[in-house]
């Protein structure tokens, strides 16, 4: 199983509209511009949202796309599957009867099985409201570390020239 452009780019909007959503209605300009995605590609994927009820889309100046519900009302495997249809890692999966030929007699069904158990109840797991906790959290750890090696620079750069003037001396 793989999970396309459309699957990724779809939880990342998700994401976004999610996190801007007390602002009112969400531009795709904006969302496009601060996720680096085609603005093009998030209108197909948008649309595709749109009409199965996750978004809700406003029209006129301030008009944009903003969450149907919560980002608590909302898995990951929901939007994924929205997406990218049936997640089976086999086709014999895919459809609600197994109507392989060889699904009595097949040795690696179970694996299938359960592997296709085990994918779906993990990203069924989590939320958007989740998501956006984790990125919140990486969020506030970024700027800390981005200080700290800027401390590290500066700390070597004194030491350089401190080492210089003691061989000056």
């Known amino acids: ?79 994924l599957r929205l997406t990218e249809g049936n997640l089976a890692p086999v086709a014999c999966l895919s459809e609600p009867d197994n109507r392989c030929g060889r699904s009595g007699d097949c040795s690696a069904q179970d694996f299938w099985e359960g592997l296709y158990e085990t994918v779906n109840e993990y990203i069924d797991r989590f939320t958007l409201a989740d998501l956006l906790e984790a990125q919140q959290k990486k969020d506030q750890v970024e700027p800390i570390c981005i200080l700290t090696s800027k401390r590290a620079v500066s700390g070597a750069k004194e030491e350089k020239r401190l080492a210089g003037e003691e061989k000056r001396l």
Do not use: F, W
């Open 1 to 79: 199983m793989r999970i396309s452009t459309k699957g990724r780019y779809a939880l990342r909007l998700m994401m976004d509209i999610a996190a801007h959503d007390g602002e009112g209605y969400v531009s795709l300009r904006d969302a496009a511009v601060r996720q680096g995605i085609s603005m093009k590609y998030l209108e197909q994927i948008a649309g595709m949202l749109s009409r199965s009820g996750v978004l809700q889309s406003g029209r006129g100046a301030q008009g944009g796309y903003r969450l149907a519900n919560a980002p608590e009302d909302y898995t990951v495997g929901h939007i």
